[in-house]
């Protein structure tokens, strides 16, 4: 059974800072690629970081210089980590991965947040950043 495990998520101050998990099981090697996308209430999801099959990272200009996604293969989990967190980066976080033939570039990954984007999503983790 394949699924996806998101942590890390809950409370921080802005400017603070926050580390997200994702815990991958039941998925082959073919698996990658994998992105972190947020959501909030009434818009759509977006993209906010992804590693591509050869380790090559995206991220759009709102998270650049402030976000970073990592990936562990011997744990199975990606990681993203958040600094210099605004409130404007509320919002649940999902990790989604996709496989074969669906192998592209991690910007193009990022571009493509729809439900059917991804092969498999996580559930999602709620950050909220407020004092």
């Known amino acids: 059974q394949v699924q996806l495990v998101e942590s890390g998520g809950g409370l921080v101050q802005p400017g603070g800072s926050m580390t997200l998990s994702c815990v991958a099981t039941?998925?082959?090697?073919?698996?990658?690629?994998v992105g972190w996308f947020r959501q909030v209430p009434g818009k759509e999801r977006l993209g906010v970081s992804c590693i591509n099959i050869d380790h090559h990272t995206y991220y759009p200009d709102s998270v650049k210089g402030r976000f970073t996604i990592s990936r562990d293969n011997s744990k199975n989990t990606v990681y993203l980590q958040m600094n210099s967190l605004p409130s404007e980066d509320t919002g649940v976080y999902y990790c989604g991965t996709r496989g074969p033939p669906r192998i592209t570039t991690a910007e193009d990954m990022c571009a493509d947040a729809s439900p059917d984007g991804m092969d498999f999503w996580g559930e999602g983790v709620l950050v909220t950043v407020s004092s």
């Open positions: 039941g998925l082959s090697r073919d698996y990658a690629q």
